[in-house]
């Protein structure tokens, strides 16, 4: 079956760094997003890493390793505007178009 | 320039009754997707378009749920004789092309009484 694992809440203050971790057992393998969505709202997109490492984009980092089915976003310098729900997806299939998707991260920014 | 938009926003209906809903992708988007996210869920594929080709089906729950994509652009799901459990917030998305990054509406907001 297909399985994406990521923490259901998470809290973290104003000004510091936090990392949502996603694990994921998939059939295949194409490439996996991250995506906010502030409650209430549409999926924004945030990044996308297809090759193992880290992709650096202003305050949001995302990594990522195939061999141990793991990626994680990192946060850094919060905001209370990043106060929001974090989706992990991952792109599988012959298709190449299908995401299955994790249930999201909701992280809350405290002052 | 105009993002994927969705009606309506919210939708409130009784059990037994159909209800479409629609989505309008962004412009030159030949992509199209629904989703469905249901509370602490993640999102659950339904169905995809993808310019003329044949819609994948593969994700819609019952024969209660068909989709149609007019002329390549505008997209109506609906939902026939709605029951509780289809409560959820509907999603529609679209993308250049395949495999390009998806971009969703604001959803609609569907409960059943």
């Known amino acids: 079956g297909q399985n994406i694992d990521q923490p259901t809440e998470m809290t973290a203050t104003e000004g510091a760094i936090v990392q949502i971790n996603c694990t994921y057992q998939?059939?295949?393998?194409?490439?996996l997003f991250w995506y906010q969505q502030h409650a209430g709202e549409a999926p924004t997109f945030l990044s996308y890493?297809?090759l193992d490492g880290l992709e650096e984009k202003g305050r949001f980092s995302s990594f990522l390793s195939r061999s141990k089915g793991y990626s994680y976003l990192l946060l850094k310098e919060l905001q209370m505007k990043d106060s929001a729900s974090y989706l992990c997806?991952?792109?599988?299939?012959?298709?190449?178009?299908?995401?299955?998707w994790g249930a999201g991260t909701k992280l809350i920014i405290k002052p | 320039g105009a993002g994927v938009s969705q009606s309506p926003s919210n939708k409130v209906t009784e059990k037994g009754k159909d209800v479409e809903l629609r989505c309008d992708p962004i412009?030159?988007?030949?992509?199209l997707y629904w989703y469905r996210q249901s509370l602490g869920q993640g999102l659950e594929f339904l169905i995809y378009?993808?310019?003329?080709?044949?819609?994948?089906k593969s994700g819609l729950p019952s024969d209660r749920f068909s989709a149609e994509r007019t002329g390549g652009s505008v997209s109506t799901l609906t939902i026939q004789r709605t029951q509780q459990e289809d409560s959820a917030v509907y999603l529609c998305?679209?993308?250049?092309?395949?495999?390009?990054?998806?971009?969703f509406g604001p959803g609609t907001r569907l409960l059943v009484l």
């Open positions: 998305a679209s993308s250049l092309r395949i495999q390009e990054t998806q971009y």
């Open positions: 412009s030159g988007h030949t992509a």
């Open positions: 378009f993808q310019g003329n080709s044949a819609p994948d």
């Open positions: 998939t059939s295949g393998f194409n490439g």
């Open positions: 890493n297809v």
């Open positions: 997806a991952v792109r599988v299939g012959y298709s190449n178009y299908q995401l299955i």
